[in-house]
C-alpha cells in the first residue's frame, strides 16, 4: 500500500485527486495539506511514501521545499 500526502492550496485540486486514487487498489490518502507548513507537520507526524506537492503553494512552496531538502 503506497500511502500519500496531497499538498495543494485548491481544496477543488485535493478533492479531484482524492477521488481518481480512490479508484486504485494500492493508494491510499493519509494526509491532506493546504498549506507549506503543513507538509512539514504532516510529514513529521504521518508515514509518508508519496508526496504530491503544489509547486506554488502559500507558505513553503514545492520549490523552495526542494531546495530545502537538498541543503
Do not use: W, Y
Not at 500500500?1 to 496531497?6: A, H, Q
Not at 494500492?26 to 508519496?50: N, P, S
Amino acid at each position: 500500500m503506497i500511502r500519500t500526502l496531497i499538498a495543494d492550496d485548491h481544496a477543488i485540486v485535493r478533492g479531484g485527486l482524492k477521488q481518481i486514487i480512490a479508484t486504485t487498489t494500492d493508494i491510499v490518502v493519509v494526509a491532506e495539506a493546504a498549506q507549506g507548513f503543513e507538509v512539514v507537520d504532516k510529514l513529521r507526524t504521518c508515514q509518508v511514501d508519496l508526496l504530491l506537492l503544489d509547486m506554488t503553494m502559500p507558505g513553503i512552496s514545492g520549490a523552495l521545499f526542494g531546495r530545502a531538502r537538498n541543503s
